[in-house]
């Protein structure tokens, strides 16, 4: 007597899903890896950022999968709220500019770590008096001890706005590189089946 095709077609179908669940879940694992090691670990260039604090780094995560009737979601969340400032579309950028002053204050080398971190904000007691100049806040220390000076030292440079690029583009950068494991992950799940 033959199988009843609804009872078969049924049982492979339940047979298919935890194995693309699994797939998706994988997938989405690997691109987290490759996307904090290759996209936020090195020097800053075209495609990647400069680690300073790590934190948009430490915030991406592969997102948890979801099966909704027939569709199954995975990928990577980045949860930092500054993100979507650098990921983005290729070639397109973000202006910034400032909410609740005239000025956005850039830090200059002198109010950064040497991981490029600002050491603090231009009204904090750190640098000393301050005054302004053309543009730039001076102060009498770079925020340590070491870096009193009798001299005024440029802490800070104000901007009515700056624009960042985005570095990197989820389609080229992120979807581009896990598609063909993802697709040949998919191709041995049907062909076992």
């Given at each position: 007597?033959?199988?009843?095709?609804?009872?078969?077609?049924?049982?492979?179908?339940?047979?298919?899903?935890?194995?693309?669940?699994?797939?998706?879940?994988?997938?989405?694992?690997?691109?987290?890896?490759?996307?904090?090691?290759?996209?936020?670990?090195?020097?800053t260039g075209t495609d990647r950022l400069a680690r300073r604090s790590g934190t948009l780094a430490r915030s991406t995560r592969p997102l948890s999968v979801t099966l909704e009737g027939s569709k199954v979601t995975g990928g990577i969340g980045f949860s930092a709220r500054y993100a979507g400032v650098h990921i983005g579309p290729g070639g397109s950028s973000v202006t910034i500019r400032p909410k609740n002053r005239k000025f956005l204050a850039i830090p200059l080398p002198a109010a950064k770590t040497a991981a490029g971190v600002p050491r603090g904000k231009p009204q904090d007691g750190i640098w000393g008096p301050t005054f302004i100049s053309k543009g730039v806040i001076f102060g009498f220390s770079g925020g340590t001890k070491q870096s009193e000076s009798s001299k005024p030292i440029p802490l800070f440079v104000l901007k009515r706005s700056v624009v960042v690029p985005r570095r990197v583009d989820p389609r080229t950068h992120l979807l581009d590189w896990v598609k063909p494991a993802f697709i040949k992950d998919l191709s041995q799940i049907v062909k076992g089946a």
């Open positions: 007597m033959p199988k009843d095709p609804l009872k078969s077609l049924d049982q492979l179908i339940k047979g298919l899903v935890p194995k693309v669940v699994k797939a998706v879940q994988d997938n989405s694992k690997r691109l987290w890896a490759h996307t904090v090691s290759r996209h936020l670990a090195g020097g």
